[in-house]
């Protein structure tokens, strides 16, 4: 854990003069004033004090101070840090991923019967016109309307489902929550039942893509 606080530019007087700086107050330890170590066991690396004992190390800058946990982890961060993750994806026309690849629904529902097998928890959803396309105008500018696409945190998977869909666009994104990575703009969907159906087996059933959907998102 880090905890960074800004702080006025600080002076010393020389070989061991304890350093002046404004007191810190992390979970009750304090890294400020007769707490830090002298300078005389400190050195000097890229325009910065660092300063070592048993329990703390702690950098000094003109601008911050950095104090970081080494043994018993007493301090905490002063600021939690977003966790960002990323997302893989493929995108393709809805009409083509979702109502003429019949490969892609057997694939999808033989994942997810696999997942809930071992319970596992689920890392891949179908995104509907998801917002973030908006970012990647070399992409959009080749695709058709409305889009639908497929996201996974699973890298290795995305890159087997390109090789099986073949007519997919590939990217990733990275986002802090997942509600930023699912976002998506309202679009109908509605497919063309073929005239004449010619395979031994009849066609998968309109909106069958649902139950991919994200959480709150598959009404």
Not at 28 to 56: D, E, F, R, T
Not at 154 to 159: A, C, H, L, S, Y
Not at 195 to 204: G, L, S
């Amino acid at each position: 854990m880090v905890a960074t606080v800004s702080t006025p530019a600080f002076t010393f007087a020389g070989k061991g003069v304890p350093l002046a700086c404004p007191s810190l107050q992390t979970h009750g330890l304090c890294i400020g004033k007769c707490s830090l170590p002298s300078v005389n066991n400190a050195h000097q690396k890229n325009n910065a004090i660092i300063c070592s004992n048993s329990k703390i190390r702690t950098i000094i800058s003109p601008t911050s101070v950095r104090a970081i946990a080494t043994e018993d982890g007493q301090l905490a961060s002063a600021e939690s840090d977003q966790k960002i993750t990323k997302y893989h994806f493929l995108v393709a026309n809805a009409k083509f991923m979702l109502d003429e690849e019949e490969h892609f629904q057997e694939l999808m529902s033989e994942r997810l019967r696999m997942y809930g097998e071992r319970n596992k928890e689920v890392d891949f959803w179908l995104v509907i016109e998801p917002k973030f396309l908006d970012k990647f105008p070399n992409i959009t500018k080749r695709l058709r309307r409305p889009a639908v696409a497929l996201i996974s945190t699973n890298d290795t998977w995305i890159k087997f489902m390109k090789l099986r869909l073949d007519r997919v666009l590939e990217g990733e994104i990275e986002a802090e929550t997942a509600e930023e990575a699912f976002a998506s703009n309202p679009a109908e969907l509605q497919f063309e039942k073929p005239e004449n159906w010619t395979a031994p087996y009849p066609k998968y059933e309109y909106g069958w893509w649902k139950r991919f959907l994200p959480p709150q998102m598959d009404k």
